[in-house]
């Protein structure tokens, strides 16, 4: 009771599990540090900061008078086709229908987070939702307010980053009803190989959990000729059809450097992509006709993805050779990071004595883990996100070298 008399509002019990965002924790491990004058480097959030593509900005203004309108949840038409066009160009598959495998949403986050609400049934015997660890945590967060408990799948680097699949009993795949998969990896670059998926789908079928596939670092990638295998790709080659119980998350905002627009697509399973569209029919998440448009636009270009990607190229060329002489920072398969194992096994002071020594921000492994199997993946590595400019970069890389010395 307040002490006005009034009653207080009561606030879901489920929200005093989550935990502080990595960020967070980040900015309170370097509160009071004074760094020097030398101009600041941020690498520790994965915002791209390329230029939006003209294509997109002038779809976007073209159809502004699109605001005056109430857009449809399940989007334009226009918006679905590019889409699937795009998964059938970027994955070699044979067919995509728009109508019945394909929804556009405001960004992987929130669909992320979404799906976990739409299809966690927490009436069952002790829900669980896996995700790979570390990883996003949005995925931790989906998976505690729709009131199941969290289940990590280690990825160490003994395993080379593979998902460690039999660390989970059979009693517990019994109860998980939902698994995250990230491939490319956030933060490890890690893309899955045929033979995993298989394993997952192997799983899948005996346990019924669907798979929430997030990938969207899909077009970020070092090999022209090779990029990496998507799920939908995957069920292909193995000769699933329907894409039973798989739902793939694809971004804009890494693939045409356009964070802002908060545009993305979900396809796969017909059933699942029904019920989503339901649930989000009831959560209010249309996207904007005007961005639809500018969607379509990125869609359907790939002249400014390939030109995207061989500005990472050129970045990840410039900075490793520097950073192998004091951290062990490989080239990821796919993805901006840089998932480095840090001097002297602390990845807290490390990166809070580079940020107090060089002004250069990076991510502690640790927070984007959880301790799974009496340990905690991240801890003792460092996420470098190489989303600034080539200059700024390598000033970044020069500064570190400089400070491990």
């Known amino acids: 009771m307040h002490p006005t008399g009034l009653r207080l ?12 965002y990595p960020f967070e924790r980040l900015r309170a491990l370097v509160a009071g540090i004074v760094p020097p ?12 900061r390329h230029p939006t593509p003209s294509l ?14 109430y857009p449809m949840t399940a989007g334009l038409d226009a918006l679905r086709d590019a889409v699937a066009a795009w998964f059938q160009r970027r994955y070699r598959l044979p067919h995509l229908d728009a109508q019945t495998e394909v929804l556009p949403v405001n960004g992987t986050r929130e669909a992320l987070f979404a799906i976990a609400q ?43 980053f593979a998902l460690d699949l039999d660390s989970i009993s059979h009693e517990q795949w019994s109860r998980v009803q939902l698994l995250y998969i990230c491939s490319p990896g956030n933060p490890t670059g890690r893309v899955l190989t045929l033979d995993e998926w298989r394993a997952v789908f192997e799983l899948s079928d005996r346990h019924g959990f669907v798979i929430a596939s997030d990938e969207c670092y899909s077009d970020i990638y070092n ?57 989000r029919t009831y959560h209010g998440c249309a ?19 390939a030109e995207n990607r061989a500005r990472y190229r050129e970045k990840f060329a410039a900075v ?43 991510l502690p492994g640790q927070y984007l ?27 970044a890389a020069r500064r570190i070298v400089e400070f491990c010395r």
């Open 9 to 20: 509002g009561s606030v879901n019990p489920l929200q005093s599990h989550l935990q502080p």
């Open 223 to 279: 090999d022209e000729v090779h990029p990496p295998i998507g799920g939908l790709e995957a069920c292909q080659s193995l000769g699933r059809s329907g894409f039973r119980n798989l739902m793939v998350f694809v971004s804009l905002s890494k693939r045409s450097n356009a964070p802002g627009l908060r545009s993305g697509a979900v396809a796969g399973d017909a059933n699942l992509i029904r019920q989503f569209l339901l649930y």
């Open 56 to 69: 997109i900005r002038d779809a976007l203004v073209a159809h502004l008078d699109g605001l005056s309108v």
């Open 37 to 48: 004058a030398s101009a600041p480097i941020q690498l520790s959030i994965g915002e791209p």
């Open 287 to 305: 996207m904007s006709i005007a961005v639809q448009h500018a969607s379509v636009a990125a869609w359907s270009d790939e002249a400014h993805v």
């Open 320 to 362: 490793v050779p520097m950073l192998t002489s004091v951290l062990h920072a490989p080239k990821p398969d796919a993805g901006f990071y840089l998932w480095a194992c840090v001097p002297g096994g602390d990845d807290e002071i490390f990166a809070r004595e580079l940020f107090a020594a060089t002004h250069v921000t990076v």
């Open 118 to 160: 739409s299809v966690v049934d927490s009436s069952r015997r002790s829900p669980m939702v896996a995700s790979p660890n570390p990883f996003y945590q949005i995925y931790e967060g989906a998976a505690v307010l729709a009131g199941a408990e969290p289940i990590f799948l280690n990825q160490t680097t003994a395993a080379g």
């Open 369 to 395: 883990g959880r301790v799974a199997h009496g340990v905690n993946p991240g801890r003792g590595y460092v996420r470098i996100a190489l989303v600034p400019e080539l200059n700024d970069c390598v000033e």
